[in-house]
């Protein structure tokens, strides 16, 4: 029954019509028991049996309408989890480290700056983002680090951690070259990692020349939380559906010759033929052009070799053992008003509309729409920072919109990544409506 009314229009409904409890609810208001008896051989047994037979044949025009408009084809649907660096199943092919091994060394590497001391390490941090924040603002924490076999009282400082931010946008100048519509990624997860450092002794300082040797070491660190404590996660990492994939031109048979210029395909294989593929640029690649079962990549180089593709996996995302977090996704509800929307792109400004694309969002497990509020200006504590912070602001700035408040309330009632759905709903609806400067409150 459920999947049926998600075929059709009554799935939009969030308290679809029940005709058999109304007649059933309004007999009992009938006092004279002949009189009910009759009401109910003539509305339950005649009236309603009608009603359900339309009601029928309703449902199957819908479903004929529904199945008749093609869905628009989306291959880059994108997943992120956390977990435990010992419990990654490598043979998980739905999921894959955010960072590569490789990156993560040459991140530790450079990330032992002057400027912000000796890095350790990095933490996440398993609570809302209001607790964030304040870690953030909090900054400086006292504690020890084992220098030599002493103990020695340390301080240590914490930054929000940027490799894996960078990441994202860099994933964003992917989309933007392979001409592919970006849709908002879920970083509520990764928006969480903190990258902690070594910034001085309280007793003595220390060595230039020693601080190579600590770079990366956090389990040398025992460091006073605080309040905290019970949030502080150790050894985590995140995770994505995207395989980094790495190819050269003995992978094709034959390029295309085009003047001084030369085509090279990137056959799509056919048994990932629902997922999508994108082609990293480098300075040896002119255009990147996708076609049906392929891709396109215009060069002036006849051979090469190490060339890199992503591989976005749409299949259902395997959940390893130990994989305990939730998935956080920007996949969409199909609808078949959705469906319409898209076909005839149709974009409705009205309360309805607005509320069901919110809705058609992975959020529903943690938060709801209730209302919405358009004024002048916001207080400033609504101003957080989007999940695409990265895209340039468009011809109108920001400021001079008026603010159009999204009211949400919670479902899973105090889950850590409830206000982190409310901030990805913010970044995903501003992309759509350019009136107005969207944020975003629980009530």
Excluded at 1 to 8: K, L, S
Excluded at 18 to 27: A, C, G, K, M, V
Excluded at 181 to 188: D, V
Aim: proline share 3%; glycine share 6%.
């Amino acid at each position: 029954m459920r999947q049926q009314d998600e075929e059709n229009t009554a799935a939009i409904l969030e308290y679809p019509f029940d005709y058999d409890r109304y007649i059933q609810e309004s007999l009992r208001k009938i006092d004279d028991l002949d009189e009910r008896r009759f009401a109910k051989t003539v509305l339950l047994e005649g009236l309603g049996e009608v009603i359900k037979c339309m009601e029928k044949k309703y449902q199957e025009l819908e479903k004929r309408v529904y199945e008749e408009i093609e869905i628009k084809e989306y291959r880059y649907e994108t997943v992120t989890t956390v977990i435990k660096k010992e419990h990654f199943d490598p043979v998980n092919m739905t999921l894959f480290p955010v960072i590569s091994e490789e990156m993560e060394k040459e991140y530790i590497k450079e990330a032992a700056s002057p400027e912000k001391g000796v890095y350790l390490g990095t933490v996440f941090l398993k609570t809302d983002e209001a607790k964030g924040r304040q870690f953030l603002e909090e900054g400086i924490f006292r504690g020890h680090f084992l220098f030599g076999e002493e103990k020695k009282k340390a301080l240590f400082k914490i930054y929000r951690t940027e490799q894996y931010r960078n990441q994202i946008e860099l994933l964003y100048k992917v989309f933007q070259d392979n001409r592919i519509p970006w849709e908002t990624i879920h970083t509520g997860m990764l928006d969480k990692f903190y990258d902690v450092f070594l910034i001085g002794f309280e007793d003595e300082t220390y060595e230039g020349e020693e601080k190579e040797e600590w770079t990366g070491a956090l389990g040398e660190a025992d460091i006073c939380w605080g309040e905290f404590k019970p949030f502080i996660c150790y050894g985590m990492m995140p995770l994505w559906n995207i395989e980094r994939i790495y190819f050269d031109s003995t992978d094709f048979m034959l390029p295309c010759i085009d003047g001084i210029y030369y085509e090279h395909e990137f056959i799509l294989p056919d048994g990932n033929c629902g997922d999508g593929y994108l082609i990293d640029p480098n300075e040896d690649i002119l255009e990147i052009r996708h076609e049906k079962g392929k891709i396109i990549i215009k060069s002036k180089k006849e051979t090469f070799e190490n060339w890199q593709a992503l591989h976005i996996v749409q299949k259902e995302t395997i959940r390893s053992l130990h994989y305990t977090e939730p998935f956080l996704t920007n996949h969409r509800k199909d609808s078949f008003f959705k469906r319409m929307q898209e076909k005839n792109r149709i974009k409705l400004m009205t309360k309805t509309d607005l509320f069901r694309r919110i809705m058609e969002l992975d959020i529903r497990e943690y938060i709801e729409i209730d209302g919405y509020e358009i004024c002048d200006d916001a207080v400033k504590n609504f101003q957080t920072e989007g999940m695409n912070w990265f895209v340039q602001e468009e011809l109108f700035p920001m400021g001079s919109r008026k603010k159009l408040i999204l009211k949400f309330k919670e479902k899973n009632k105090g889950h850590y990544l409830n206000d982190s759905m409310v901030r990805y709903v913010v970044s995903q609806i501003q992309m759509e409506i350019n009136e107005y400067q969207c944020v975003g409150a629980i009530e």
